[in-house]
């Protein structure tokens, strides 16, 4: 089965950058999508279509794309981005999550 | 707006059956997918599947096809996802979610609006 890998943790300081990767041997053949989910809520999109923001992110999140590995970066990081991020992307007719990694920030 | 309202929590004993629901507006229901997202306690987020209420036209995780069944009502704008013999796997957080934009299945389409998510346990 189609499997996208993310690291299970990933830890940054306040006002640092963070990069979360998804890798998978297919990746780029579809678009990759981006999901944070904080303790107890329900998972909000952050990156559409590898790259876009959707209304009401702030800027500080990107996404980006080279090869079979894409990036979720978050540019000055803040308390508040503490959180679970999830991956998501295609394979044939099925929708794939990442298995998750939890962001740090401390 | 779009909202989507979850049925409550739910408590069953194995090999009970259960339909749970997800009501939608501020949108044409008919006219865009919704899906079904299960969260095992401490784990991930797990794709079920999608319905295109328009024509029932109807999408399966390889992997679940066959142990749930998701279904829609148009006239009241409904989403159901049924189990007809629940297990103690299915303990999970099931999420309703809709697909903003129009899915190019292998390539594009993600859930744009998530509901609030309904707690399944099931335990003897």
């Known amino acids: 089965s189609y499997e996208l890998t993310q690291p299970p943790s990933v830890s940054v300081s306040p006002g640092q950058t963070a990069n979360i990767t998804c890798s998978a041997d297919k990746l780029g053949d579809s678009f990759t999508y981006w999901f944070q989910q904080r303790p107890g809520q329900s998972p909000v999109l952050v990156i559409f279509q590898d790259n876009k923001r959707p209304s009401g992110i702030p800027e500080r999140f990107s996404g980006s794309i080279s090869g079979k590995t894409a990036t979720l970066t978050i540019t000055g990081t803040q308390p508040l981005d503490e959180a679970d991020y999830y991956c998501?992307?295609?394979?044939?007719?099925?929708?794939?999550f990442g298995g998750g990694t939890k962001l740090t920030v401390l | 707006e779009v909202q989507l309202v979850q049925s409550g929590g739910e408590v069953k004993k194995p090999g009970e059956s259960l339909r749970i629901s997800c009501q939608a507006s501020g949108y044409t229901f008919s006219a865009k997918w919704i899906g079904w997202v299960r969260q095992k306690p401490g784990k991930g987020l797990e794709w079920m599947g999608i319905i295109y209420p328009g024509d029932s036209d109807t999408r399966y995780s390889p992997s679940l096809e066959g142990q749930v069944t998701i279904s829609a009502d148009k006239s009241i704008t409904t989403a159901f996802l049924h189990w007809k013999t629940l297990k103690a796997s299915d303990t999970a957080m099931y999420y309703c979610a809709v697909v903003g934009h129009p899915i190019n299945f292998g390539v594009s389409g993600t859930f744009d609006f998530w509901g609030p998510g309904t707690q399944v346990t099931v335990s003897s």
């Open positions: 998501q992307a295609w394979d044939s007719n099925s929708l794939v």
